[in-house]
């Protein structure tokens, strides 16, 4: 059992380690992103997709640190919270 490689310890030829990047606020989309502000993190690189935002790195540490400083300015959204606080609430009395 404890001689078999954990998920973690699986190392692929050219792999690489990923974070995605969300919102403060649930429904936001992307306004812009600042690239240049991970330029310093070797080999981090943003990954987009409509509104999805990313960053990749071939060392996972790096890719911790590219999505912490990666900058991006989202749309103004109101906080749909008190709405699912209340759905949330009423659903789990629910029998």
Do not use: C, Y
Request: glycine share 8%; charged share 25%; aromatic share 8%.
């Amino acid at each position: 059992m404890f001689g078999k490689p954990w998920v973690t310890d699986i190392r692929v030829e050219g792999m690489l380690h990923g974070r995605m990047i969300r919102p403060a606020i649930p429904g936001a989309s992307v306004v812009s992103v600042d690239e240049s502000s991970i330029a310093g993190i070797p080999g981090a690189r943003v990954v987009r997709k409509g509104d999805f935002i990313g960053v990749v790195a071939p060392k996972e540490w790096d890719a911790i640190k590219a999505s912490q400083k990666l900058k991006v300015t989202w749309s103004k959204v109101n906080d749909p919270s008190p709405r699912w606080r209340s759905f949330t609430i009423t659903s789990a009395r629910r029998p």
